[in-house]
């Protein structure tokens, strides 16, 4: 195996990862071919793409049905390949070589200190004595265009300015002449360009994998005496339109991304060649590292921190089986709420984190207590230590009179495609494919079945969302009752985009919108909610309702064991991203594998409301069953 641009991504977390993933000499200067480099990187493509799907509360492994969501979700990623070559051919004159001709992919290679770094190009474009670099990725501009600021009290303006006719991102330091300082102070344009540098940040991850391919390419260039050459070489990223609205057109059952009604592409391109620059002396740096690594295998224990990405797409794959094997599933130092700033020592050094574990700060119970400084966490502690609840019934019974009947228990399973699939979608909007609705009538008045309406798609290809909206429209009065969800914001976000894709519909639906209740209020709590029902500041921000077994998180998968017996444990589609993977193959299914799926996802999303409907029926018992106004019982 040579070093491909994953294996220096990796390679280079930390000291120890090397000699945990038993690298010989001989695997160095070993080859790889096209299809196992891609094969490669396909691996941490889906995962990012599912990666968006869930939330970390479901606690989803992700590589127990790795091959699942390959199948399911890699297609999505080939047409944004394709569809970045077809649109860099636009603006990129000359010789373009991308995914459709892997045959002809364009690789780099070059050996130092007994290594091999290998990296193949997804997008290689060159014209007269210009060679442009352009890498594909699977997310949006608005991470970029997300890197704004001001001046204090005016508007916020993004560090990238957008050049139409090139369809092209560049950094307004790089326009000659640009006023940029009545934008914003110099340091500040600075504090968000260094987010570029960050290969931990929502952005730097992507800059850093482009950096990796310049270092590999100049590499080859300078073993080849070619380092004239390197002045006329640019890099870019090829990445989806934040701002493209499909118009919803097909030809033989496949999308046509023309440019939408405003001439947005599907595809934008970010020009990071001056980055990419900057970064090469950190890069040399870094690989000397990485060699001295490889060939050390050091695999003695080292701090853990940001680089392990714990429970995000990228987790180092030996960080639960080895580095964190030691923090508890339930009940850690990192399981206090509200606690991304961890805490603050007595001689006021700043704590947090990773970093906890790494001081030896592991259950939640080693924390000193003089580090102890807001109620909450003194009440998950006593919880803990105590085996104890908290609960304030004043604060659930005023919360459950804010109620009106009847509530409409609601929730969607959304299909986030990285490319818009139907009239009016964007990249990665939430598209609704199946809800459930629990109605209930009266307080306590709901039959799991006799109550309960589920509309789910029976198809993948074809636009069903209208019927969607009928149903929806049919059985939810927006004149009177509640609409109540896990999340609700979520829910509210949904019926917001459908109503401005079918705007016929409008009006009931904004009227559902406008009627939104989050059964977290109930359990958790809305600070300025509370506060209007006269409860004070502090009491006001505190939970409603607290048990160890949440170990820090309102998730309904945690809260629901709490309050009852129900659980997902036996069902067939048991989260989120398992929903999306059974719709997203449904075209690959087998009539009797499709009916099985459809009836899994059925009962799936039916339980996700029938257990509002159960956690609800259980806080108004503990208002019933304790008559003080908080109770640490």
Same mark, same amino acid.
């Given at each position: 195996?040579?070093?491909?641009?994953?294996?220096?991504?990796?390679?280079?977390?930390?000291?120890?990862?090397?000699?945990?993933?038993?690298?010989?000499?001989?695997?160095?200067?070993?080859?790889?071919?096209?299809?196992?480099?891609?094969?490669?990187?396909?691996?941490? #493509?889906?995962?990012?793409?599912?990666?968006? *799907?869930?939330?970390?509360?479901?606690?989803?492994?992700?590589?127990?049905?790795?091959?699942?969501?390959?199948?399911?979700?890699?297609?999505?990623?080939?047409?944004?390949?394709?569809?970045?070559?077809?649109?860099?051919?636009?603006? @990129?004159?000359?010789?373009?070589?991308?995914?459709?001709?892997?045959?002809?992919?364009?690789?780099?290679?070059?050996?130092?200190? %007994?290594?091999?770094?290998?990296?193949?190009?997804?997008?290689?474009?060159?014209?007269?004595?210009?060679?442009?670099?352009?890498?594909?990725?699977?997310?949006?501009?608005?991470?970029?265009?997300?890197?704004?600021?001001?001046?204090?009290?005016?508007?916020?303006?993004?560090?990238?300015?957008?050049?139409?006719?090139?369809?092209?991102?560049?950094?307004?330091?790089? !326009?000659?002449?640009?006023?940029?300082?009545?934008?914003?102070? !110099?340091?500040?344009?600075?504090?968000?360009?260094?987010?570029?540098?960050?290969?931990?940040?929502?952005?730097?991850?992507?800059?850093?994998?482009?950096? !990796?391919?310049?270092?590999?390419?100049?590499?080859?260039?300078?073993?080849?005496?070619?380092?004239?050459?390197?002045?006329?070489?640019?890099?870019?990223?090829?990445?989806?339109?934040?701002?493209?609205?499909?118009?919803?057109?097909?030809?033989?059952?496949?999308?046509?991304?023309?440019?939408?009604?405003?001439?947005?592409?599907?595809?934008?391109?970010?020009?990071?060649?001056?980055?990419?620059?900057?970064?090469?002396?950190?890069?040399?740096?870094?690989?000397?590292?990485?060699?001295?690594?490889?060939?050390?295998?050091?695999?003695?224990?080292?701090?853990?921190?940001?680089?392990?990405?714990?429970?995000?797409?990228?987790?180092?794959?030996?960080?639960?089986?080895?580095?964190?094997?030691?923090?508890?599933?339930?009940?850690?130092?990192?399981?206090?709420?509200?606690?991304?700033?961890?805490?603050?020592?007595?001689?006021?050094?700043?704590?947090?984190?990773?970093?906890? #574990?790494?001081?030896?700060?592991?259950?939640?119970?080693?924390?000193?207590?003089?580090?102890?400084?807001?109620?909450?966490?003194?009440?998950?502690?006593?919880?803990?230590?105590?085996?104890?609840?908290?609960?304030?019934?004043?604060?659930?019974?005023?919360?459950?009179?804010?109620?009106?009947?009847?509530?409409?228990?609601?929730?969607?399973?959304?299909?986030?495609?990285?490319?818009?699939?139907?009239?009016?979608?964007?990249?990665?909007?939430?598209?609704?494919?199946?809800?459930?609705?629990? #109605?209930?009538?009266?307080? %306590?008045?709901?039959?799991?079945?006799?109550?309960?309406?589920?509309?789910?798609?029976?198809?993948?290809?074809?636009?069903?969302?209208?019927?969607?909206?009928?149903?929806?429209?049919?059985?939810?009065?927006?004149?009177?009752?509640?609409?109540?969800?896990?999340?609700?914001?979520?829910?509210? %976000?949904? #019926?917001?985009?459908?109503?401005?894709?079918?705007?016929?519909?409008?009006?009931?639906?904004?009227? *559902?919108?406008?009627?939104?209740?989050?059964?977290?209020?109930?359990?958790?709590?809305?600070?300025?909610?509370?506060?209007?029902?006269?409860?004070?500041?502090?009491?006001?921000?505190?939970?409603?309702?607290?048990?160890?077994?949440?170990?820090?998180? @309102?998730?309904?998968?945690?809260?629901?064991?709490?309050?009852?017996?129900?659980?997902?444990?036996?069902?067939?589609?048991?989260?989120?991203?398992?929903?999306?993977?059974?719709?997203?193959?449904?075209?690959? *299914?087998?009539?009797?594998?499709?009916?099985?799926?459809?009836?899994?996802?059925?009962?799936?999303?039916?339980?996700?409301?029938?257990?509002?409907?159960?956690?609800?029926?259980?806080?108004?018992?503990?208002?019933?069953?304790?008559?003080?106004?908080?109770?640490?019982?």
């Amino acid at each position: 195996m040579a070093i491909t641009k994953t294996d220096f991504i990796n390679y280079t977390r930390c000291r120890r990862y090397a000699a945990l993933d038993e690298v010989h000499k001989e695997k160095l200067d070993a080859d790889i071919s096209y299809q196992d480099y891609k094969k490669q990187e396909e691996q941490d #493509i889906v995962k990012e793409l599912i990666s968006g *799907m869930f939330s970390e509360d479901e606690e989803v492994d992700l590589t127990k049905k790795e091959n699942k969501q390959l199948n399911a979700m890699l297609p999505f990623y080939k047409i944004v390949e394709l569809e970045a070559g077809r649109i860099a051919g636009k603006y @990129f004159p000359g010789t373009l070589v991308y995914a459709e001709s892997t045959h002809n992919q364009e690789s780099f290679e070059f050996s130092q200190n %007994g290594v091999k770094y290998i990296c193949y190009v997804d997008i290689y474009n060159e014209n007269n004595d210009e060679v442009n670099i352009i890498e594909v990725k699977a997310t949006t501009s608005s991470k970029f265009w997300g890197l704004q600021s001001n001046h204090k009290k005016q508007d916020k303006y993004p560090i990238f300015y957008f050049d139409k006719a090139r369809n092209t991102y560049i950094l307004k330091e790089e !326009i000659g002449g640009y006023p940029l300082e009545e934008e914003m102070p !110099i340091e500040n344009y600075q504090k968000q360009r260094e987010k570029l540098f960050d290969r931990y940040s929502n952005v730097g991850g992507y800059v850093y994998d482009l950096a !990796i391919q310049r270092f590999i390419l100049e590499g080859e260039y300078r073993e080849a005496n070619n380092a004239d050459k390197l002045k006329n070489v640019h890099y870019y990223l090829a990445i989806l339109n934040h701002n493209y609205v499909f118009d919803g057109k097909y030809e033989n059952k496949k999308a046509i991304y023309d440019p939408d009604e405003n001439d947005n592409e599907l595809i934008v391109f970010i020009d990071l060649t001056k980055i990419t620059e900057e970064y090469q002396i950190r890069l040399k740096e870094i690989a000397q590292k990485l060699e001295h690594d490889l060939f050390t295998l050091d695999a003695s224990v080292c701090k853990m921190g940001k680089w392990c990405d714990r429970k995000g797409y990228k987790e180092c794959p030996y960080f639960s089986t080895i580095c964190g094997k030691k923090i508890p599933l339930y009940n850690s130092s990192l399981n206090y709420l509200h606690n991304g700033f961890g805490f603050t020592t007595p001689t006021g050094e700043k704590i947090k984190g990773l970093d906890l #574990i790494n001081e030896g700060y592991i259950d939640m119970l080693d924390i000193p207590e003089d580090w102890i400084k807001h109620r909450v966490h003194e009440i998950q502690r006593e919880c803990y230590a105590f085996d104890k609840e908290y609960i304030d019934t004043e604060k659930i019974a005023a919360g459950l009179k804010c109620l009106e009947y009847p509530i409409y228990h609601l929730d969607f399973e959304t299909m986030p495609c990285p490319v818009p699939r139907f009239r009016g979608e964007k990249p990665y909007i939430q598209s609704p494919f199946e809800f459930s609705l629990h #109605i209930e009538r009266e307080p %306590g008045v709901c039959d799991k079945e006799k109550d309960n309406y589920i509309f789910l798609a029976k198809t993948f290809d074809n636009d069903e969302r209208e019927e969607l909206v009928k149903m929806l429209v049919k059985y939810i009065d927006g004149d009177k009752g509640t609409l109540f969800a896990q999340n609700v914001a979520f829910e509210k %976000g949904r #019926i917001k985009e459908l109503a401005g894709i079918f705007p016929e519909y409008k009006e009931p639906l904004m009227k *559902m919108y406008n009627r939104g209740f989050d059964l977290m209020w109930l359990v958790n709590t809305k600070k300025d909610m509370y506060e209007e029902l006269g409860f004070d500041k502090e009491r006001a921000s505190l939970p409603n309702f607290y048990n160890h077994h949440l170990s820090g998180s @309102f998730s309904i998968k945690k809260t629901l064991p709490v309050f009852s017996d129900l659980s997902y444990k036996d069902l067939t589609v048991k989260n989120g991203t398992e929903a999306i993977v059974a719709y997203a193959t449904y075209n690959q *299914m087998t009539k009797e594998e499709f009916n099985l799926y459809y009836e899994a996802l059925r009962i799936y999303c039916q339980q996700d409301t029938w257990a509002m409907v159960v956690i609800l029926e259980a806080l108004r018992k503990l208002c019933k069953e304790n008559v003080k106004k908080t109770v640490l019982s």
